[in-house]
């Protein structure tokens, strides 16, 4: 038999069809004996082997053997999957354990035969960014990541809990943070997509990463300190050099973030063995915890409960986070999401006459239709500028094209530029601040002066006793911004 055809065989629906009636099933039915629970785990290892077998003998061109182990490998696997359900003390991660590892097995083998007809039939290789000649043309270190577009991924989601639940929080509670990070995107997606295109990286994962850390709001401050778009902590950021230019962090540039970010999934993909969900765990919960944990054996499955259950509660929810939105991005029409429609194309403007950001928002109102203003956008695009500030006429800023024209009829004469100043210019009250008593923890205030280069979060971390939000609190900076020069007050602790 061809291995084209015998390729075909490999589908593993029956599996996560038998998965699906595992994870609907409540745990009870009975009181057997904890050997019925060795017992299905026994199977549930031979069964796996078997399907091994059948990969190996498929290999070998022996294709009646491989039909036979295969069919009873599958068969096998449905049958421990559908009692485990019923069985006191069985755990269905185990099984999701092993599925997963099968379809990581399934990549790698028969990635060239008619595996490329699954990714045809619900994958975009266009919006997932590959190049043409689909997923065979990929890279190597591609491989794995193309579990975010075709049918592999769709089984998995089928099957696995954590994913679908977190389908169904992009869904439901954090649907508007989904399609505000779409929005987001699409305005810088000129400055970011490059930089994934060139580490040949699926734009749905850069999307899915983005969703989940900062909604793509390029000034995004934690706080534990990570910053920028895909929120970076600052020693990682200075790893993959993000660092201050003339005093503006770039880690809140987003070429410069997005470059940074396909560098440090790419290393890790590498470290992992293109493991994936390894890597998310890793970028969200380091990546020497994580190397620690799989002690090497970078084929172990995420969802292996000796890994997945001592990851952290955030670790545990992110990565299926980041893969459900990633999936999302690729097929919003399959789960009732439309995202609107979105004119990114750059453009920029001369001011004509002296404005900041938060002036330039108020006269362009809702322009082209967008109903939230403009601001957001703005200042995602310019994130060297303090929106607060007035640029001198003649500056250039970056702004979508469709709001050239929008500029010029409604920010260079008339009331709206007038009214936007005078908003601009009022002065609110300042209400005098009195010194707490002092702590037992922590003296009065120490003095900092700030040097070329430094940035908040630099200076906070040769503390080693507060956090930005406090520091940038004492001192009512806006957007955590500081300037050469410029005197800090810091808490000085013991």
């Known amino acids: 038999m061809p291995l084209s055809n015998l390729a075909r065989r490999f589908r593993l ?3 996560a069809a038998g998965l699906v009636l595992l994870a609907a099933c409540a745990t009870g039915g009975g009181n057997r004996a904890p050997a019925a629970v060795n017992t299905l785990y026994a199977q549930l290892d031979a069964s796996s082997k078997g399907y091994e077998t059948a990969l190996q003998q498929a290999r070998e061109g022996n294709g009646q053997a491989s039909e036979k182990s295969l069919k009873d490998a599958l068969d096998g696997l449905k049958q421990a999957a559908a009692r485990c359900g019923n069985t006191p003390g069985c755990d269905p991660q185990r099984f999701f354990s092993v599925f997963d590892h099968l379809l990581r097995m399934k990549d790698g083998s028969f990635f060239a035969g008619a595996d490329l007809d699954a990714l045809g039939e619900e994958g975009s290789e266009d919006a997932a960014g590959a190049a043409p000649g689909g997923a065979a043309a990929l890279p190597q270190a591609q491989r794995s990541v193309t579990l975010l577009r075709g049918q592999k991924l769709s089984e998995l989601i089928a099957m696995n809990g954590p994913v679908k639940a977190a389908l169904e929080m992009w869904l439901t509670q954090w649907r508007s943070n989904l399609v505000d990070t779409w929005i987001n995107y699409q305005y810088m997606r000129y400055e970011m997509w490059p930089q994934y295109q060139k580490a040949d990286l699926p734009e749905a994962l850069l999307f899915g990463i983005m969703a989940k850390e900062s909604g793509g709001k390029v000034h995004a401050v934690s706080r534990s300190g990570a910053a920028g778009p895909l929120q970076f902590m600052y020693s990682t950021g200075l790893r993959f050099g993000l ?8 880690r809140f540039d987003p070429a410069q973030s997005a470059r940074a970010n396909a560098a440090y999934m790419d290393e890790q993909l590498r470290v992992f063995n293109n493991n994936l969900e390894l890597a998310l765990a890793a970028y969200n919960g380091g990546e020497g915890r994580m190397r620690r944990m799989i002690g090497g054996d970078t084929g172990v499955s995420f969802y292996d409960p000796k ?8 670790t545990r929810g992110y990565v299926p986070a ?3 939105a990633a999936w999302l991005f690729l097929h919003p029409d399959s789960y009732n999401l439309h995202f609107p429609k979105i004119d990114g194309a750059p453009g920029h403007i001369t001011l004509k006459r002296p404005a900041s950001l938060s002036e330039l928002t108020i006269c362009l109102g ?11 956008t703005l200042r995602n695009l310019n994130p060297r500028l303090d929106p607060q500030v007035a640029q001198p006429a003649g500056s250039d800023l ?3 094209k469709q709001l050239e024209a929008a500029y010029a009829s409604r920010c260079v004469d008339g009331p709206w530029p007038i009214l936007a100043s005078d908003l601009h210019s009022a002065v609110v009250p300042q209400v005098a601040k009195s010194d707490p008593p002092p702590s037992r923890t922590a003296s009065r205030h120490t003095r900092y002066v700030v040097r070329h280069g430094d940035t908040l979060a630099g200076i906070v971390r040769k503390l080693g006793c507060s956090d930005v939000g406090e520091v940038s609190d004492m001192n009512d900076l806006k957007h955590h911004r500081i300037k050469a020069g410029q005197v800090l007050q810091l808490p000085s602790c013991r």
């Open 13 to 15: 629906a029956p599996l």
């Open 243 to 250: 660092s201050s230019d003339s005093g503006f962090d770039t």
């Open 307 to 314: 890994i997945y259950d001592q990851l952290s509660e955030e």
């Open 322 to 324: 980041v893969l459900a």
């Open 366 to 376: 809702s322009a082209q239709g967008m109903d939230d203003g403009w601001f957001r």
């Open 398 to 400: 970056q702004v979508p």
